[in-house]
């Protein structure tokens, strides 16, 4: 299977409104790919992630995610998908502030009944390819906002998702800390993980997405691929 997502024909309306805030929409994202999801405010973009994340459902179209079609899961099959399947890095990181680095590493990997020894290799492996191995006693208020990103990824990516979501991964950083998560989606995306994010920053979506569509009231404006990922 190359296809990690489909959209066939998907809209999404709110309270019967005349006009939807999404679609309709037919987009496949293929494995490996990154692609960027820009727009103004209001434009689709969240709308959009919640669908592929299973977090609402179309009101119109097939939603169809590592070849399942999750718009007709229930919601305890959505959670379990998602857990299995997805990881999702937000802009406010949703760390457990009385957890420590690794163990909110390793929390995605435990609710999926992942034994101990394994999933805290796996916390091991991810914290020494993120530049966080120094800090796995540390909670995360003692941490930078672009090292609490990186624990928000490295808890994404403990259950060896095929699919990456990321909200704004830069959008509560400041320009440093910002330029350092460029750089890990950058890595990810070059090592075969294929990203799907959305961010009103241009600069990301030009270093780390192959390929960047722009949603305008809910509809595609523009879909086009990189060159290349530097």
Do not use: W
């Amino acid at each position: 299977m190359n296809e990690v997502i489909a959209l066939e024909g998907v809209a999404k309306r709110y309270d019967d409104a005349a006009a939807p805030a999404l679609g309709p929409l037919t987009l496949s994202v293929a494995k490996g790919e990154a692609l960027a999801v820009t727009g103004p405010s209001g434009s689709g973009k969240s709308t959009l992630l919640n669908l592929v994340a299973g977090l609402d459902k179309p009101t119109e179209g097939s939603v169809t995610v590592a070849g399942r079609r999750i718009d007709q899961l229930s919601e305890h099959a959505l959670a379990k998908f998602r857990r299995e399947h997805i990881g999702m890095a937000f802009q406010f990181f949703n760390l457990l502030d009385d957890l420590t680095v690794t163990d909110n590493i390793l929390l995605p990997a435990q609710l999926t009944g992942t034994g101990r020894c394994s999933a805290t290799a796996r916390a091991a492996e991810l914290m020494d390819m993120l530049g966080i191995r120094k800090h796995a006693r540390a909670y995360p208020g003692r941490l930078s906002g672009g090292e609490r990103q990186r624990v928000g990824v490295a808890r994404a990516l403990v259950n060896r998702p095929e699919l990456l979501l990321a909200d704004e991964p830069t959008g509560a950083l400041d320009t440093a800390s910002g330029h350092d998560v460029r750089e890990l989606l950058t890595d990810l995306h070059r090592g075969g993980q294929t990203v799907v994010l959305v961010t009103h920053d241009l600069a990301l979506a030009e270093a780390c997405a192959s390929r960047t569509i722009h949603l305008v009231d809910g509809r595609l404006a523009l879909d086009t691929h990189a060159r290349a990922v530097r």
